[in-house]
């Protein structure tokens, strides 16, 4: 069985008291191109979840899954987060059952607390304790796997005599090796070719990752990425599974410049040399489209949500097995559904004038165009 457990539930506590039956799989090595280390349990571990400066790994949730995949065969439990994406896949691609379990409604406040004594930021507080309803929504919705829901002061460990019970209930066949070698081998092929697009102070960098399980080179780009989030300069790292020049250079009407390591590193040096100073600014947006207007946002458009209560949020606009009338997707699993949001920006056409932060004025006013 698979075992798909949320944030706090107790997953390494529970394969360590069952280490003959049961092995966990932690997402953050698989989603993010992180260093590669062997101690992932430590407390240092835990401060790096839910790190902003952490780039993603394009090929994620599948990188996981081949593995979650091929250890089922050696384990009677394979504990993994309850990762939206790699369920889907799990269940509707790859056949598999699964447990959800998640904790009881209103527990928000003594999940905090778990996390908080294990080590985790508060920005990892703030998007699994105070955004837990956005994560627990599609779980509690889906109708193909077995559901146990922890109330107050329960984990895993309370439930195994019920795993137990299910296993014994409804036993399961482990997926044919050659679904998982034809898996392993896609992988293979896309890792060699990972690009990343890298914007600071509005100039494009478009650096290839060769091995994106190379060790030096994961090092390399955690490094970077993490000193470009130090100076706050506004910028960003997008990864992708392909080479992502063309459509760039069509989207930003430059020809794609493409660095290498030592020339990422002096860009980010000289233009740490100017920095944004931090006074208080103000941009306007305008465009949202009004869900009352009847249109629906584009297939994986970029939003900025309104929602009913006034909130802002975002998400991305997906469409498939699981939500066929679509949901905004969130990078942390969550979702948005259209009935709970008023309106919607795609911030993917947005500007910002960086130019006119940068001139130091008083009450400086930054334009953002459509």
């Known amino acids: 069985m698979i075992i798909a457990a949320y944030a706090g539930c107790g997953k390494t506590t529970f394969a360590k008291k069952h280490p003959d039956v049961c092995v966990e799989v932690a997402s953050m090595p698989y989603a993010r191109i992180l260093p590669i280390v062997k101690e992932e349990t430590n407390r240092n571990f835990e401060q790096e979840k839910a790190a902003e400066y952490h780039v993603n790994n394009p090929i994620y949730p599948y990188n996981m899954i081949a593995d979650i995949l091929e250890l089922e065969k050696r384990f009677k439990y394979v504990i993994i987060p309850s990762v939206q994406s790699a369920i889907e896949v799990l269940q509707n691609v790859y056949k598999r059952k699964v447990i959800l379990c998640y904790p009881d409604d209103e527990l928000e406040e003594e999940y905090r607390e778990r996390y908080l004594k294990r080590g985790n930021t508060e920005t990892f507080c ?31 460990e309370d439930k195994f005599y019920e795993f137990e019970d299910l296993c014994k209930e409804f036993p399961m066949a482990t997926l044919e090796q ?50 470009l989030y130090e100076y706050d300069y506004l910028g960003v790292i997008h990864s992708y599974d392909y080479d992502i020049r063309e459509s760039a250079e069509k989207t930003h009407s430059d020809k794609a410049n493409v660095v290498g390591k030592e020339e990422l590193l002096n860009i980010l040096e000289t233009k740490t040399g100017t920095k944004v100073e931090e006074k ?21 458009g970029v939003y900025l949500l309104i929602e009913n209560d006034g909130r802002l949020s975002a998400g991305c606009w997906t469409e498939g097995l699981m939500y066929p ?24 056409k947005l500007h910002i004038d960086i130019d006119a932060i940068l001139k130091k004025q008083e009450g400086v006013m930054a334009k953002c165009d459509m």
């Open 178 to 227: 050659e679904r998982i070698a034809i898996l392993k081998d896609w992988i293979h092929e896309k890792k060699k070719d990972i690009w990343l697009h890298i914007n600071i102070f509005t100039a494009n960098y478009f650096y290839q990752v060769k091995d994106v399980d190379n060790a030096e080179e994961r090092e390399f780009i955690y490094n970077f990425a993490k000193k």
């Open 280 to 300: 208080e600014f103000s941009i306007t947006l305008s465009g949202f489209e009004f869900k009352k207007n009847g249109k629906k946002p584009e297939l994986f």
């Open 126 to 156: 703030v998007i699994f304790a105070d955004g837990m309803q956005n994560f627990l929504k599609p779980l509690k919705n889906n109708k193909d796997a077995y559901h146990f829901v922890l109330k107050s002061g329960e984990f895993l």
């Open 325 to 348: 009338q679509g949901i905004f997707h969130q990078s942390r699993n969550g979702v948005i559904e259209l009935d709970d949001v008023i309106a919607w920006l795609d911030v993917e």
